[in-house]
């Protein structure tokens, strides 16, 4: 039986109205373990505080610090007070994997935590010899893997293919939906504006292409609307994500941000001449995210800026590629005029990705699991107390989230009544919010 098997602990930090209700795509990366893992899951919401001795007697097999756990790191005196506890995971012996994301930025701050907890693995989505810019001075015996930013679940696969069904028409030529990145995270960040602007121009030499391409804030589209508008779609724009600048400390991205305010009107090029001149390029950090994944998913033609994508996508096989100055976009829209090639590519895409079952996040736990877990697992004694022990952790942390949840939507909006008011509603809930807090172990102090 799974709680037979020794846990694996998975940190994260997840709080507030800025978090929550978590967007699919991250609550699928975050509980990917407690859906897939053949290891009973404690999950620990480092949120509410952290303390290792509650744990330390377990026969834990791995310690999991989820993107979630790191990426509060972009508030850095938040973070170092947040993770301060973490540093008692330094008695732990056994695999202590970090999945970073956003590893351009505040990266200083990440590998010296990395480096006080003694961790072991690395997923990062940076290639090699990126990886060994960002974590050799602090992690030089750790392995660095590779994972993607996110992967496929199931069940979001399931939904997709019964929209597919009600949507049998695609009305939409090229569509595109994409966040104006800001200029510190160099030329590669831009690409994600520059395609939308790029096609646009090009929209009056192609009366007949129905496009639909938008950066604005007012069209973003998350969820399972995004997957309908996919659906709708022959063919979509895109780029690796990423960046090309390294911001070990953050001061370029704090630098850019107070000169593009007094200079709003900057062209590119003058953000990086006076912000920082000759570091573009000292990253490469360039990867697949999660959005290409589920273009191949609703079987929508991919029109990508040339790249690697961790070596999922293959240039003219699973994208028809556009050169990163542009020079052939008027020649990959004409391609869209050959309805048949534009179908053979994005089959060609739904097979690698979503046929092959190599990029769901049961196939990426398991493969976690083979590589790392399942060695230190071997070591473990699981007692019949230890399989209470972990039952009532599990059960600790459920109570937890539910408060989470629930402290993000009905109390934080109205933190003044919360707080002091005494109406009996309120009454009643700080009195649940203590009850709660005494049995999971929760510091509940607004920081």
Not at 49 to 68: C, H, K, M, S
Not at 368 to 393: G, L
Request: glycine share 6%.
């Amino acid at each position: 039986m799974k709680t037979q098997l020794p846990p694996i602990l998975v940190l994260y930090h997840c709080r507030g109205v800025a978090q929550l209700p978590l967007r699919a795509a991250i609550e699928d990366h975050l509980f990917a373990w407690q859906r897939h893992s053949r290891y009973p899951a404690i999950y620990h919401n480092i949120a509410f505080g952290f303390d290792w001795a509650a744990y330390e007697r377990l026969p834990i097999a791995a310690v999991l610090l989820d993107t979630l756990a790191l990426n509060i790191r972009w508030s850095p005196e938040y973070f170092e007070r947040k993770t301060a506890p973490l540093a008692a995971l330094a008695r732990f012996t056994g695999p202590k994997i970090a999945m970073p994301q956003d590893e351009f930025v505040h990266t200083d701050g990440l590998g010296a935590l990395l480096a006080r907890i003694g961790c072991t693995h690395v997923l990062s989505a940076a290639g090699p010899e990126d990886a060994r810019k960002i974590y050799g001075p602090f992690l030089p015996d750790a392995h660095i893997g590779n994972k993607l930013t996110g992967y496929l679940e199931t069940a979001t696969l399931d939904r997709i293919e019964a929209m597919a069904r009600a949507q049998p028409v695609r009305d939409i030529d090229v569509g595109y939906r994409a966040w104006h990145a800001e200029a510190w995270l160099g030329e590669h960040g831009v690409l994600k504006a520059r395609i939308a602007q790029e096609a646009d121009a090009l929209a009056p030499a192609f009366p007949k292409l129905r496009m639909d391409v938008s950066i604005a804030e007012t069209d973003v589209l998350t969820s399972d609307d995004w997957y309908r508008f996919l659906l709708r779609c022959r063919a979509t724009l895109g780029v690796e994500g990423g960046a090309s600048v390294l911001d070990r400390d953050g001061s370029i991205c704090a630098r850019t941000r107070a000169w593009v305010s007094a200079h709003p009107q900057a062209s590119f090029e003058q953000v990086r001449d006076a912000c920082f001149p000759g570091q573009d390029g000292s990253l490469s950090l360039f990867a697949i995210g999660p959005r290409h994944l589920e273009a191949c998913a609703t079987r929508t033609c991919q029109l990508l800026v040339e790249g690697q994508y961790q070596g999922v996508l293959r240039a003219g096989q699973d994208y028809l590629p556009i050169r990163r100055d542009f020079s052939n976009l008027p020649e990959v829209l004409r391609a869209l005029d050959d309805d048949a090639l534009v179908r053979r590519v994005a089959e060609s895409a739904w097979q690698r990705v979503v046929g092959s079952g190599r990029y769901t996040y049961e196939g990426f736990v398991r493969d976690v699991e083979r590589s790392v877990i399942d060695p230190a697992a071997a070591r473990c004694q699981v007692s019949p107390s230890d399989v209470a022990a972990v039952r009532q952790a599990i059960a600790r942390h459920a109570a937890s989230w539910r408060f989470a949840r629930h402290e993000a939507v009905a109390l934080l909006p109205h933190r003044e009544q919360y707080e002091g008011s005494r109406r009996l509603r309120w009454i009643k809930e700080r009195w649940r919010a203590a009850r709660v807090a005494a049995y999971a172990g929760l510091d509940l102090n607004l920081d």
